[in-house]
């Protein structure tokens, strides 16, 4: 793979270890019903419109989104490789842990004696069971740093970052998740982006040595 930006890729990673120490910490120091609660305030209709929306760019078929800028506006075909292999590890990682590591894990409207405490946005179906990791917030920090590999410009550590935790923030406004399920998810992120990121590049330069030994034989 060619001009990729290992640089933006550590920063990226850096910045995103640290928000999610910094949530761990935080949902431990207040425990997990007081965290959750503090985080999930009605902000009125237009909040439950906007989060209600916004957690999609977490789903899985953002990931079609994102080969089509990288296939076609970016013109970076040989990511692709990168690309499926981030999406495989980062998908195996999120479901080990939610439906076979952990599968029995509550989520907020499970594990909070008082439903009532809970802000529930109306419409919003409510999952009960495997809540750690955050599946959305492992995709979105995924492409966020996926992308950091892809573009040189400085502007992406910032705007990607905002949009990963939006999206992760999301999950917690839509009483869905606990903080530490996101702080799971941006640690599932950044596991699937660097075992992706060593993967393809054995695989490039075993491609590279079997050129070279292949050219050697020919002459």
Request: hydrophobic share 50%; charged share 15%; proline share 3%.
């Amino acid at each position: 793979m060619k001009n990729i930006n290992t640089k933006y890729l550590r920063w990226g990673i850096i910045v995103s270890l640290i928000c999610a120490l910094i949530i761990f910490i935080y949902s431990f120091a207040l425990g997990k019903e007081k965290s959750f609660l503090l985080l999930n305030n009605d902000w009125g209709k237009m909040a439950d419109l906007f989060f209600s929306s916004v957690t999609y760019l977490g789903d899985g078929i953002v990931w079609l989104a994102v080969l089509l800028i990288t296939w076609l506006i970016l013109k970076r075909k040989d990511a692709i490789l990168l690309l499926f292999f981030t999406f495989l590890c980062s998908t195996i990682i999120a479901q080990l842990f939610k439906y076979v590591i952990a599968p029995n894990v509550l989520r907020p409207i499970k594990y909070i004696s008082d439903p009532a405490l809970i802000h529930m946005v109306p419409g919003v179906e409510l999952h009960t069971v495997s809540s750690f990791p955050s599946g959305h917030a492992t995709t979105a920090f995924s492409i966020y740093l996926f992308f950091c590999l892809l573009l040189k410009s400085r502007w992406w550590l910032i705007l990607g970052l905002i949009y990963s935790l939006i999206v992760a923030y999301s999950r917690i406004y839509l009483a869905q998740h606990f903080p530490e399920d996101i702080a799971g998810g941006i640690i599932a992120a950044i596991l699937s982006v660097t075992i992706s990121y060593i993967i393809v590049q054995k695989i490039n330069y075993h491609k590279n040595q079997n050129k070279v030994q292949n050219g050697n034989k020919i002459s």
